[in-house]
């Protein structure tokens, strides 16, 4: 188990090399000189050279990749082209909002999605399955950016219950302590400010979560109806459990396993979803930031983001394969 | 079941309608998140949006126009040789940080844009920032600038020598750039001083909420008009429809950055109300003169006769755009209102390609070298502010120009690309545009005109237009450099240098009770006229 564990990290390695490798090439090998992009219509040559010099774009790309590596395992992600200022300071800075949107909705996905998938397995092709069914299909491939227009229009232009947007209203003024708003306001008791901050939460947490949810559905019904099949259950039936015993205690223990998987596997979408989601609620978290970073050609932010989002994907896999060699010791590093 | 009944009740409670913003405090909804609030090293319009409630500059611009009137600096004179100008300062203003506003600190500021070895000159460069609008106004740093002294000659009063004349000096110093800082605070945050900035304004700087908003409070103690609502509060809403939602829902008051599509929903709700910004920017199609049949000034006309300006603008512009006629908007005053544009009128097109010898129509190109190649035709693929939507007007004009014989290949490339291949003079046919600085129509016209030949002007080369520009740039009677100005453009126009297609005018939406925000050409707009009401 231990040797399994260790040889699985050192398998992260080369992973995360070659991830930095990519994602700096990338922004190296797309055309047009960010210089130019920042100068726009006033650019002049001699500007374009002095902005060039002053990113060290005028030195052979390998020695940029060097040098850009050296600073990072010193947890230095280099500083803003835009803005000048240090991005792993903005990013620890951002990152809560991100974590807190993206819990969310990973909770909003299981709270719903695991239900609805057992009760479409349970009463397999009746009405309630078909709906669950198109409902899920729908969830899927619904762009998050569409979804999320289409909800702050209906609750919060038409409705007008809840906010358009945002993380927190205009009046409320909350001290940051975490910058997670909603521990930041019960720690300090703001009670106000708690109830805002979830009533911004409710509907990004809700368009980052229908396509997690979705899955988590469309895979948790799956499992379910192959575990249903299995002689145990049929076993655990004829000695005359309850249905709701069967279900929920023997059927749906064994099903959750795959579904478990399926579940860190989200985190990778989730930050995806995020840039959307956030741009679409002006939610003040990485993804928003990327999004801006993108479009102003900060590639020092862009790459910076995009590392430590791998980082953390690359992670949790890790993680996820980690726990699973502990709960079943039949997989082995092989 | 206790507990999915609890959860309801919560759910539903917290369904409560939000709070509107009071009537004391005004919400803008900006495009995005400012770089920084340090006037003098930002060039972009969502900072200076900010910052120009915060500073004051000895002069600034009058009401919707570009002509200038008295800010900081009460009065002044200048020398009969235009190279002297004498500014008094008003009395009895301080800086936020309770600082006197006296010549001292004027000075200060002008050293520190002016001179690379000022210590807070040489820290912001260090950490990346330039001072480009000084760079690119006043003709560089230190020995390189046309300033040649900047004194106090009183408590009160600051003299400014330059080595030769400048026509746009006031307006220059009218730009957001030049707000006077508070020394001290500049001294005190280094370069950190765009996060806390402190000047003179409307509105104190409160606090910035990274990729959220900005807040700022009224200054009690303002010299001008003071402030009507006491906190205002400009939110980032990145997403266009986001920002028109929040307007609608009552969250923001105010907001920049409508979708062409979006301008007739404004105009249908009544609660909303549209204003344009009056025009500032004029887009155009350059042709490269390296193009042997851009030589010919038939074909050149041809064109000018094939395009339908007014179906461009009327189809494509939701109702903002306007027909350019020249290459200044018409609200600089050195726009020639005489002048005639060239009719729509697709047979004058095609009688000019027949004088030209081009019967069969023009769709291949010969360059000078002797290479021959399809007519491809240029234009961008991000949105600009003279080409709201690039793509479909450059589908419009394709198709004018097909109907006349002129048989184009479009073709688009990314952005920065683009402006490369512009740069090096490499595109036979192309879009582009410019939105002013200062109002001054010396930065509409000579950034372009003024070096005949420059392959990032493709290689046009008119140099009657240089002459008369450049003699405008020496004189400072406003007088007789409109004269001239309106003289380059119809210069221009005869020559059929470039095709000026449209102007726009941005719009801005604001709930209807928000009254007294003046749009103005150059974005320098101010919050302390704005009331709720």
């Keep these: ?334 | 079941m206790r507990l999915a009944t609890l959860a309801l009740l919560i759910g539903l409670s917290l369904l409560v309608p939000a709070f509107q913003a009071s009537a004391q405090t005004f919400v803008f909804g900006a495009q995005g998140e400012p770089v920084q609030l340090d006037p003098a090293v930002i060039t972009d319009g969502i900072s200076s949006r900010i910052t120009r409630q915060v500073f004051d500059g000895l002069v600034r611009y009058k009401g919707a126009t570009t002509e200038v009137e008295p800010a900081l600096a009460e009065k002044w004179e200048v020398s009969s040789d235009g190279r002297v100008w004498t500014f008094q300062l008003r009395r009895n203003v301080k800086f936020h940080d309770g600082n006197p506003l006296d010549a001292a600190a004027v000075v200060w500021n002008f050293e520190r844009w002016w001179k690379a070895a000022h210590p807070q000159h040489d820290n912001q460069v260090k950490a990346g920032q330039t001072f480009e609008y000084w760079e690119g106004q006043f003709g560089g740093f230190d020995d390189k600038s046309v300033v040649s002294a900047v004194a106090a000659v009183g408590s009160h009063t600051v003299r400014i020598t330059l080595k030769e004349p400048q026509a746009p000096f006031l307006a220059n110093l009218a730009m957001f750039v030049f707000d006077i800082a508070s020394p001290k605070a500049v001294e005190r945050w280094g370069t950190e001083f765009g996060k806390h900035p402190v000047g003179t304004g409307a509105y104190k700087f409160v606090e910035w909420k990274p990729n959220q908003e900005v807040v700022l409070e009224a200054n009690a103690d303002y010299w001008g008009v003071k402030p009507k609502i006491k906190r205002v509060v400009v939110r980032n809403i990145k997403d266009n429809s986001q920002r028109l939602g929040a307007l609608k829902a009552g969250e923001i008051h105010g907001m920049e950055g409508l979708n062409p599509d979006d301008v007739s929903v404004v105009k249908s709700d009544a609660n909303l109300q549209l204003l344009l910004r009056p025009t500032n920017t004029t887009g155009y199609i350059a042709f490269n003169y390296k193009v042997k049949e851009f030589q010919d000034k038939r074909v050149r006309q041809a064109f000018a006769h094939a395009i339908n300006k007014r179906g461009i603008v009327e189809a494509l512009y939701g109702g903002t755009g306007l027909v350019a006629t020249q290459f200044q908007p018409p609200a600089l005053w050195g726009y020639n209102r005489e002048l005639k544009d060239y009719e729509y009128n697709p047979s004058q097109a095609q009688a000019m390609l027949r004088d030209a010898g081009l019967r069969q129509g023009l769709s291949d190109i010969t360059w000078d070298d002797g290479k021959k190649e399809p007519l491809v035709f240029w234009y961008m693929s991000r949105s600009r502010p003279y080409f709201p939507n690039p793509k479909e007007i450059a589908e419009a004009m394709a198709a004018d120009l097909a109907k006349v014989g002129i048989k184009t290949q479009l073709q688009t490339t990314e952005w920065a690309v683009y402006l490369d291949k512009r740069k090096n003079g490499q595109m036979p046919l192309y879009m582009l545009g410019w939105t002013g600085d200062n109002g001054d129509p010396d930065n509409f016209l000579c950034y372009f005109f003024c070096q005949p030949g420059a392959s990032r002007e493709g290689f046009y080369a008119n140099k009657p237009v240089a002459d008369v520009l450049l003699r405008a740039q020496k004189l400072t009677n406003q007088g007789e450099r409109a004269k001239l100005y309106r003289q380059a453009e119809q210069l221009l126009h005869d020559d059929v240098g470039r095709l000026f297609i449209a102007n726009n005018q941005p719009p801005l939406a604001f709930v209807k009770r928000a009254k007294g925000y003046v749009p103005h050409p150059t974005g320098s707009e101010y919050f302390n006229t704005v009331e709720l009401q």
Aim: charged share 15%; proline share 5%; net charge positive.
């Design chain 1, 1 to 334: 188990m231990r040797r399994y564990a260790i040889r699985r990290s050192l398998t992260v390695v080369p992973v995360l090399l070659g991830v930095s490798v990519l994602v700096f090439s990338f922004i190296h090998f797309i055309p047009g000189d960010p210089a130019l992009t920042m100068l726009g219509e006033r650019a002049t040559p001699e500007k374009v050279a002095e902005v060039r010099a002053r990113l060290g774009l005028d030195r052979p790309i390998w020695q940029q990749y060097v040098l850009y590596m050296g600073k990072v395992l010193h947890g230095d992600l280099g500083v803003s082209i835009v803005r000048g200022d240090p991005v792993a300071t903005d990013l620890l800075r951002r990152f809560p909002a991100t974590v807190e949107l993206a819990v969310s909705a990973i909770v909003v996905a299981i709270v719903f999605g695991i239900p609805i998938g057992v009760a479409s397995a349970v009463w397999r092709n009746s009405l309630l399955d078909s709906l669950a069914r198109l409902g899920a299909l729908t969830g899927v491939s619904m762009p998050i950016f569409w979804l999320g227009l289409v909800l702050a229009w209906f609750f919060g232009v038409q409705l007008r219950v809840l906010p358009t947007g945002f993380r927190l209203g205009s009046g409320t003024a909350l001290v940051q302590w975490t910058n997670f708003a909603l521990l930041d306001a019960a720690l300090q008791g703001d009670w106000p400010a708690l109830v805002d901050a979830l009533r911004h939460l409710i509907l990004p947490a809700l368009a980052l979560a229908t396509i997690p949810l979705a899955i988590i559905a469309r895979m948790t019904r799956a499992s379910m109806l192959e575990v249903l099949s299995r002689e145990y259950v049929r076993t655990a039936e004829a000695k005359g459990l309850s249905r709701r015993a069967v279900i929920l205690r023997h059927a749906l223990r064994n099903a959750l396993l795959p579904v478990l998987t399926v579940i860190g596997l989200q985190v990778g979408h989730l930050l995806a979803g995020a840039i959307l989601t956030e741009t679409i609620f002006s939610w003040p978290g990485i993804g928003l930031w990327v999004y801006e970073s993108i479009e102003s050609r900060d590639y020092a932010i862009v790459q910076g983001v995009t590392l430590f989002i791998a980082v953390i994907v690359v992670g949790v896999n890790l993680l996820t394969d980690v726990l699973y060699a502990a709960v079943d010791p039949r997989i082995k590093y092989e």
